[in-house]
């Protein structure tokens, strides 16, 4: 079945340097979404991307979608301790249409 | 504007009793999915349904789990005969769409089996 990759498993920064993570689908995505995650909380929706080649921003937030749409990745720049957790991407598999969730990565932020 | 409601928020529950974890989702919302999180893992998927129908279970262990999401009231996911690995995190989720939407999850049940 889909499989939904992501790298780095774990990050950690100093406040102020970027972060970066990437996610790899096995197969191509009709669409992806990102998700992030506080300690202790639960799952939350950022951004969803559609079109090959998309990029989207919300404030030090960057979020692409690959041209054969199946690859993404999300940057932040200058990190701040709010942006710890962990942000998971996800695609839509299975023969109905459910989200299929990468591990995610877990960002730490040094103040 | 509610969002989506799980209850409890934490249940313990010893070896072979029966765990039930529900799930208000969002009003206006008619798709409703059920997620599993190990500590320090990610969301694995068990079942996705509808109003009165289960579209995907195969996310879903094939004994002593179970999910409905009846005409009237919340979705509820069953666990009978718990054991100890069934202690997770369950997270439910809904959307208004399948595909074109984004899913609003639910603070969802620790459940801890002793």
């Known amino acids: 079945g889909q499989q939904v990759m992501q790298i780095p498993q774990y990050q950690h920064v100093q406040e102020g340097e970027d972060f970066t993570t990437y996610c790899n689908s096995s197969?191509?995505?009709?669409?992806i979404q990102w998700y992030k995650q506080r300690p202790g909380g639960h799952p939350v929706f950022l951004i969803q991307?559609?079109?090959?080649?998309e990029v989207k921003k919300q404030k030090r937030l960057t979020f692409q979608f690959g041209e054969a749409k199946k690859n993404s990745s999300l940057h932040i720049t200058a990190t701040q301790t709010t942006d710890v957790g962990t942000y998971f991407c996800?695609?839509?598999?299975?023969?109905?249409?459910?989200?299929?969730f990468g591990k995610g990565t877990k960002l730490s932020v040094k103040p | 504007n509610a969002g989506v409601m799980q209850n409890p928020r934490h249940l313990v529950r010893r070896r072979g009793q029966e765990a039930r974890l529900r799930c208000s989702p969002v009003?206006?919302?008619?798709?409703v999915y059920w997620y599993r999180q190990l500590p320090e893992e990610g969301l694995k998927f068990m079942v996705y349904?509808?109003?009165?129908?289960?579209?995907?279970e195969s996310g879903m262990p094939k004994e002593r789990f179970s999910a409905e999401f009846p005409k009237e009231g919340p979705s509820i996911l069953r666990i009978q005969q718990v054991v100890r690995g069934d202690s997770a995190a369950y997270f439910c989720?809904?959307?208004?769409?399948?595909?074109?939407?984004?899913?609003?999850f639910g603070s969802g049940t620790r459940l801890t089996v002793v």
């Open positions: 989720a809904s959307s208004r769409s399948g595909e074109r939407s984004g899913y609003t």
């Open positions: 197969t191509t995505l009709s669409n």
């Open positions: 991307l559609v079109k090959s080649g």
């Open positions: 996800a695609g839509y598999g299975g023969s109905q249409g459910n989200l299929i």
């Open positions: 009003k206006g919302h008619s798709h």
């Open positions: 349904l509808q109003k009165e129908n289960i579209i995907d």
